[in-house]
């Protein structure tokens, strides 16, 4: 059994509306002996958007720090963050990471070229081939400029977004891309990275967690062991999204552990 979250968010995120508290009591509900929050930090998000996905860091720090004093005895609160990188904010970033003790780091990527592949502008001027593959590219770019963070979050998420239904369910395949991805699996490895398996696809209707099994066995196949597992909850009522369902998957495989995180530090938990 999965016993720990490490992709939640808090109404420290603007898309998510719950506070820390309500996170937390759905976790000790669940079972959950640890979770990690992980809200949004995404320096230079577009201002053109309605939501900012910055947050004041302090306050943040603060409400955690009670929280995990008050539900000590219940249920491990650890002090996560979820990046949104992009080449040209690596030095915000870094300032950021070095000034606070994070357990855990999630770098994801959520804009490229600045534009949000969530808003329709993205995909007006290129095919869904082209869309996705362009995500992927910036990934590795940004990966190489950045390795302030622990895992990789949600690598095909971008398929979510895609116009076409047929691409979310049917068309998307690691093979079509498997030259782009296979650079950003590499680029994640020379770096000791690990990747999580974000379960909001299940949620999205996806039928596969992020990324998709083909992913998740290359992973494997190149020698990566650091998996963490997340559901990206944005509402109590998602927490642990399905984590019977990615345990399985990720056993099937054959991977016999996911990684959980401390202080910075790996910590192999049996599956
Ligand atoms: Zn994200
Ligand atoms: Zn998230």
Not at 204 to 217: A, F, M, N, Q, V
């Given at each position: ?78 002090t ?20 606070y003790p994070f357990d ?159 202080e910075g ?7």
């Amino acid at each position: 059994m999965i016993t720990a979250d490490f992709h939640v968010h808090s109404n420290f995120s603007s898309d998510c509306k719950a506070s820390m508290e309500e996170m937390i009591n759905q976790g000790i509900r669940q079972g959950l002996k640890t979770l990690c929050f992980t809200d949004h930090m995404d320096f230079d998000y577009p201002s053109i958007y309605s939501y900012s996905f910055g947050m004041e860091i302090e306050d943040y720090l603060k409400e955690l720090r009670l929280m995990k004093e008050k539900y000590e005895s219940q249920i491990e609160i650890l002090t996560g963050i979820e990046l949104g990188i992009q080449p040209h904010v690596t030095n915000q970033m870094e300032t950021l990471i070095n000034k606070y003790p994070f357990d855990f780091i999630i770098g994801s990527v959520h804009v490229v070229d600045k534009v949000d592949p969530y808003y329709p502008e993205y995909w007006e001027k290129r095919s869904e081939e082209e869309g996705i593959l362009r995500w992927f590219e910036a990934m590795n770019e940004g990966y190489k400029s950045f390795q302030g963070f622990h895992v990789c979050g949600h690598i095909d998420y971008i398929v979510r977004y895609a116009p076409s239904s047929k691409v979310k369910y049917n068309e998307y395949s690691y093979a079509f891309y498997s030259d782009v991805l296979d650079e950003i699996l590499k680029t994640l490895l020379k770096y000791g990275k690990g990747i999580e398996v974000n379960s909001s696809g299940f949620k999205y209707g996806l039928g596969h967690p992020h990324p998709k099994t083909e992913i998740l066995e290359r992973y494997k196949e190149l020698g990566g062991e650091i998996i963490t597992i997340g559901s990206d909850a944005h509402q109590p009522e998602h927490l642990c999204y399905d984590f019977d369902l990615v345990a399985s998957l990720l056993k099937e495989i054959g991977y016999r552990y996911y990684t959980i995180f401390k202080e910075g530090k790996p910590i192999m938990e049996r599956l």
